[in-house]
């Protein structure tokens, strides 16, 4: 049987390609602390896959005595530090990026994190994988909005229901599906519930463009 290649891959970043979330609970907390509060490993994972000025509006109320602006760009430059020391990329991430990019499927990143933290992750990509850069500061409506997918696509020039989307958390899989893409859950810190709309593999370690092909085969003949 023939594979049926995706239009394009819609990967999200944080969580999904390479493991930031202990860099962004951690910042989150020394940001918090340095202004008298407290905050746990429990109210990082509620933002998990959320905008980042979302993030901040909750950090100011925890006492954070900053603008949103400012609390975005001092929780990015912590993140980027903690990069320096090395990226831990997901398990299977950068191989199943290079059997795409070898294949010539379109790629494009869709993330919440802003352009700057997105090209300094994407740098360390021993390849250039990604034709496009959705970041959360160019989007309007962050995840679990739909936008930040279909605007990935439309830089693509491809219909985003032609599309395959990779995502960690809930609010990303909601965004991936409510643009109208055959979405895949690979949850790592966070629990993800099945549910309509998209699939779940516990792991990127050993998938490949056969797998993509057949997630994409099954949800076209769930649709049909």
Known sequence: MTELLPAAVLWDMDGTLVD????????????VASYGGTWT???????VGSGLW???????R?????????IVDRLTDRVMEQIETGVAWRPGALELLAELRDAGVPMTLVTMSIRRMAEHVASFIPFSAF???VA?????????HPEPYLIGAELLGVDPEQCIAIEDSTTGLASAVAAGATAIGVPLHSP?????GYTIW???AGRGIADLSEVLRSRRTDVA
């Open 62 to 70: 925890r006492g954070v005595e900053l603008t949103e602006d400012e």
């Open 54 to 60: 979302h993030a901040a509006s909750i950090l100011q």
């Open 41 to 47: 490993q429990e109210d990082g994972f509620t933002l």
């Open 131 to 133: 034709d496009h850069i």
């Open 192 to 196: 993800l519930e099945h549910g309509r």
């Open 136 to 144: 959360g500061d160019s989007v309007t409506h962050s995840k679990p």
């Open 20 to 31: 930031t979330e202990p860099y962004w609970l951690a910042a989150e907390a020394e940001l």
């Open 202 to 204: 516990p792991t990127l």
